[in-house]
């Protein structure tokens, strides 16, 4: 159930008129929850039982932790909730993936092996509530947070709708808290839910489908040799289309969950206007990259030690990060590659090697450092294969196969030009906004102003609308 369906529109407005009504609020959280399990299995009913089964399991262990005051069963309860959360995560996501590895294991010491493959299909969104089930439990395993009073709370906590099949990942300690009194939206959450939904379907439907998309799938889909001028159009429409794609699904379901009168925070700010790749981490994927931060770096070490200690720390999570995007080698590469510029960046910190530039030129020439780097990875991420990425980045550095004209119908080459131009105005408002709060400048506007806005973002979508791509994320 895409957001921009029909059907989308019935359901959120019935929850809408439900919350506006008298009944009580226990009531209310009952529908909305059974409504989160509609919304789901309108994907994949034959998953729906997963939910479940995540949200009993760590329901239970929680019940137990609390109970609990011997380290070593607390651990031990913990170690059951990792094993089946995660057991759960790695049979439907990367057992294909491991099976290749074996195969490739046994060639290397002369053995010829084959497994058939599984035929299972990747339920949505199982990488999104598995992290916020395990925050949860660790959470409370750190006594960081008091368990859930009520099991509907969990249950709502876990399958909310809007940000169910991918994210933001959203943290029980933010959210548990909202449902323990009936929410009341104001009308500001309305006018500004509703803008920033109109917003993040404008961002989906005309920058990541209709403009930028095309251009950056005949790139890195094609078989065609690449030509450094084709290079850069898809690698820039690409880095365009995965912002525009993914922070607009975030921003709708944060402009829902606002309608409804909940608060998720922000996902996305501004990050390619990020000066460094930590301050990319900070602005891309927000709730990923403190998950990993507070879950995994931190509790590896951090940075409490030597800088090799540190160094090892930082490719361990990038890795990690990488592979939680998807069972391929190209995603391990590209959290391999994000790895070594975070450690790269420590080290010229740690050496203060930036002092030898003027103080002018340091913010500008790390943006421009962070980005292209940014770039350079997401061809990585987006080839369909390892030879593909290899040939497009090399092409982009100017070692391209064939430096002939590519041959193409005059609107191709006009979409190719549009799409260069979308890209680059994306990201210099990126650089223009990069200390900004949008919420804070919009509501500072007019009424009409805000209106208008909406407006023509609604025109525009409809204008626009007609390639239906599922979002990029939801394979995740």
């Not at 005949?218 to 993914?246: N, S």
């Not at 002018?360 to 292209?372: D, N, S």
């Not at 680059?424 to 102003?449: K, Y």
Request: hydrophobic residues 55%.
């Amino acid at each position: 159930m895409q957001f921009n369906s029909f059907t989308f529109f019935c359901l959120t407005a019935l929850v809408v008129l439900l919350q506006r009504s008298r009944f009580a609020w226990g009531t209310k959280k009952v529908a909305l929850l059974c409504v989160s399990y509609f919304f789901y299995a309108a994907w994949q009913v034959e998953y729906l039982g997963l939910i479940w089964l995540s949200t009993l399991i760590d329901w239970f262990v929680v019940a137990l932790l609390s109970a609990e005051e011997r380290p070593g069963r607390r651990k031990a309860l913990l170690v059951v909730s990792l094993t089946a959360n995660l057991g759960l995560l790695a049979f439907f996501k990367y057992a294909a993936f491991l099976f290749s590895i074996f195969e490739d294991l046994g060639a290397i010491v002369g053995w010829q092996m084959h497994f058939e493959r599984p035929s299972i299909l990747l339920p949505v969104g199982i990488s999104f509530y598995t992290f916020q089930t395990l925050s949860y439990t660790i959470d409370v395993y750190r006594r960081r947070l008091e368990p859930a009073q009520s099991f509907l709370d969990y249950a709502l906590y876990v399958a909310f709708f809007p940000q169910l099949v991918a994210g933001p990942i959203v943290r029980a300690s933010d959210f548990l808290p909202q449902l323990q009194k009936q929410v009341r939206p104001t009308a500001h959450d309305y006018g500004w839910g509703v803008l920033l939904f109109v917003i993040g379907l404008w961002e989906k439907s005309v920058l990541a489908d209709g403009l930028l998309a095309q251009p950056a799938e005949w790139v890195f889909d094609g078989t065609a040799a690449v030509t450094p001028y084709l290079a850069w159009v898809g690698t820039l429409a690409f880095t365009g289309q995965i912002f525009a794609d993914f922070a607009g699904y975030s921003t709708c379901a944060i402009g829902i969950a606002r309608i409804l009168g909940f608060h998720i925070p922000i996902n996305f700010y501004w990050p390619y206007g990020a000066a460094g790749f930590s301050d990319f981490w900070r602005r891309w994927h927000i709730s990923l990259s403190t998950w990993l931060r507070d879950y995994l770096y931190i509790p590896l070490g951090g940075n409490r030690g030597s800088l090799a200690f540190t160094l090892r720390n930082i490719m361990i999570t990038m890795l990690l990060g990488g592979l939680w995007h998807g069972a391929s080698w190209n995603f391990v590469l590209w959290g391999a590659l994000h790895g070594i510029l975070l450690a790269l960046e420590r080290l010229v910190r740690h050496w203060r090697l930036a002092r030898f530039l003027p103080g002018r030129l340091r913010t500008p020439l790390a943006i421009l450092l962070t980005l292209f780097g940014v770039m350079v990875t997401w061809i990585f991420f987006r080839a369909s294969s390892l030879d593909r990425a290899l040939e497009i980045a090399a092409a982009l550095f100017g070692y391209a196969q064939d430096h002939t004209p590519y041959e193409l119908p005059l609107l191709n080459q006009l979409r190719n030009a549009v799409a260069l131009i979308v890209a680059l105005l994306l990201i210099v408002g990126h650089w223009m906004l990069r200390n900004t709060d949008l919420e804070q400048r919009l509501t500072q506007c007019s009424i009409a102003f805000r209106a208008a806005l909406i407006g023509v973002l609604v025109v525009t979508i409809c204008l626009m609308s007609g390639v239906d791509r599922a979002f990029i994320y939801f394979q995740f």
